[in-house]
T-cell receptor, first 112, second 111 residues
Framework: NAGVTQTPKFRILKIGQSMTLQCTQD?????MYWYRQDPGMGLKLIYY???????DKGEVPNGYNVSRSTTEDFPLRLELAAPSQTSVYFC???????????FGQGTRLTVV | ELKVEQNPLFLSMQEGKNYTIYCNYS?????LYWYRQDPGKSLESLFV?????AVKQEGRLMASLDTKARLSTLHITAAVHDLSATYFC???????????FGKGTKLTVNP
């Protein structure tokens, strides 16, 4: 089983560039999440979705956008990259709130 | 604002020893999660605790939840090197989907 797949694994962006981090899950999970992890810190929620067509802001949404047109895909868009967005980004999915979430392998993003 | 505090943040222990990691949180919540992360890797779900008094065990790890004290513990029994990793607890904001993570406890088990 593929589980949660994120692409790319690594990316270097210049300030002001834009990019989309892709996330796909094949478990038919309704809940999907985007987190960022800064060095030595826990994860912070950027955006989440409880189903196709429904998204909501997390703790640190500024500078990001998401969409959820299908159950499987939950892309994260950075419009104008800033050095403060240098981080490791994790996508996750779960069947519901009360069961475990499955995490992707992460995308390490550096903005220079 | 929900705050989640773990202690210790760093833990170095010898194989065969027992120890406990603590996770305190600041507001009412009925759901607490424990995750493991190996260096440079993703997060792996360990336990989901859904009610006061919940206790779950998997191998050498046992997690418990006291919602009245707003405290969860992760107890390690007879540690082995393979348990070396960073352990995170996370708490949701009372029925929302917004998990708040602690900073993590980096565990190193020495031979």
């Amino acid at each position: 089983n593929a589980g949660v797949t994120q692409t790319p694994k690594f990316r270097i962006l210049k300030i002001g560039q834009s990019m989309t981090l892709q996330c796909t899950q094949d478990m038919n999970h309704n809940y999907m999440y985007w987190y960022r992890q800064d060095p030595g810190m826990g994860l912070k929620l950027i955006y989440y979705s409880v189903g196709a067509g429904i998204t909501d802001k997390g703790e640190v949404p500024n500078g990001y956008n998401v969409s959820r047109s299908t159950t499987e895909d939950f892309p994260l868009r950075l419009e104008l990259a800033a050095p403060s967005q240098t981080s490791v980004y994790f996508c996750a999915s779960s069947y519901s709130q009360t069961v475990q979430a499955f995490f992707g392998q992460g995308t390490r993003l550096t903005v220079v | 604002e929900l705050k989640v505090e773990q202690n210790p943040l760093f833990l170095s222990m010898q194989e065969g020893k027992n120890y406990t990691i603590y996770c305190n949180y600041s507001t009412t919540s009925d759901r607490l999660y424990w995750y493991r992360q190996d260096p440079g890797k993703s997060l792996e779900s360990l336990f989901v605790l859904l009610s006061n008094g919940a206790v779950k065990q998997e191998g050498r790890l046992m997690a418990s939840l006291d919602t009245k004290a707003r405290l969860s513990t992760l107890h390690i029994t007879a540690a082995v090197h393979d348990l070396s990793a960073t352990y995170f607890c996370a708490v949701d904001r009372g029925g929302s989907e917004k998990l708040v993570f602690g900073k993590g406890t980096k565990l190193t088990v020495n031979p």
